[in-house]
């Protein structure tokens, strides 16, 4: 009962001061400026079974949720905002990519920042925002016949080197491209893609220089790491247990599962680092090294914590004490 008044009293105040703390912790945990910084923007469904206050059905996860937007920065965490689901998937992106910026550019104003998502975010006003603030971005861009007509040359090349090798086939370009509703042509990497399934078209858009492939193999797929911190969340600390009827308190239960990936997160890097647990998931450091059987006594001057001395990861738990603490 008393976690359940807690969670109902949490508020935006209280989402806003929470966030504030997983900025400042990714402010803190540098030892000195970093000169770049990417930003992996991208939202994922919390599908609820109740009747939850702003649930709502989406077409495409084809049930009714949640679209919580996340932003992370590599493995750490800077934003994880719950929002209703019958909305566009990048609404409040802009704005939070803002504060974002403004923030990180206040405490280190020379460091160079690159936003990195999917097609879902690639709205060209933001974009505009982007290159005015002197932000490099790279996004997807969704396929259209616009751009199978700018690639068809590369889409035939590809599939006539296929049909000779057997073997995949992969060949890049550029060009510039403006959708009728941009305001002024944009650079598009074209991937053209084919193997045994066919033809896999793909496109990304950005300001960043570079090879085409270096641009696309290194820089946009990298992004495919963040849909894993966001899998972390849900599967190893229940990030989609967001079964209060009321919004804010499903927000704040959001951010406590946010919280605890924050925490894992620094005893992942800093913990665990060189150890066999120095890349595992948050779920397997839960099981492996923190849920431990004990027996507690307590007196009216201490508590005590008696483990298991058959505990087969006594040393490591023991070095992450003293890394920690001391």
């Not at 400026?33 to 469904?45: F, G, K, V």
Request: net charge positive; proline share 2%; charged share 25%.
């Amino acid at each position: 009962m008393a976690l359940c008044r807690l969670e109902n009293r949490a508020g935006r105040k209280e989402a806003w001061l929470i966030h504030q703390i997983l900025f400042d912790q990714f402010v803190g945990s540098f030892e000195s400026a970093p000169s770049e910084l990417t930003l992996d923007l991208d939202c994922t469904d919390d599908r609820v079974h109740g009747l939850q206050e702003g649930r709502h059905f989406h077409g495409y996860y084809y049930d009714f949720c949640f679209l919580p937007l996340y932003v992370f920065c590599g493995e750490r965490l800077l934003v994880s905002y719950l929002r209703e689901s019958n909305i566009d998937s990048a609404k409040h992106a802009w704005a939070i990519l803002a504060l974002l910026v403004k923030a990180l550019r206040r405490s280190w104003p020379e460091v160079k920042i690159t936003v990195r998502a999917d097609s879902g975010f690639c709205r060209w006003r933001m974009l505009r925002w982007c290159e005015r603030a002197g932000v490099n971005y790279i996004v997807g861009l969704a396929k259209n016949e616009r751009l199978h007509a700018l690639s068809a040359k590369l889409q035939k090349r590809a599939e006539r080197k296929y049909q000779r090798s057997g073997e995949k086939v992969r060949l890049f370009t550029r060009f510039k491209y403006k959708a009728q509703s941009w305001d002024r042509k944009r650079r598009v990497i074209a991937k053209a893609e084919h193997s045994l399934k066919g033809a896999n078209p793909r496109y990304v858009l950005t300001n960043l220089e570079g090879r085409a492939q270096a641009l696309y193999d290194e820089i946009y797929c990298a992004r495919g790491e963040m849909e894993n911190r966001i899998k972390e969340q849900q599967l190893g600390l229940f990030s989609d247990r967001t079964s209060c009827h009321a919004w804010w308190a499903n927000q704040f239960r959001l951010l406590l599962s946010s919280l605890a990936y924050v925490l894992l997160e620094a005893l992942r890097r800093l913990g665990l680092s060189g150890t066999p647990l120095a890349r595992a998931q948050v779920g397997t450091i839960r099981l492996r090294l923190l849920k431990i059987g004990a027996v507690i006594t307590r007196n009216t001057r201490r508590i005590r914590l008696w483990l298991s001395s058959s505990f087969p990861l006594q040393q490591l738990f023991c070095s992450c004490l003293v890394h920690f603490y001391g």
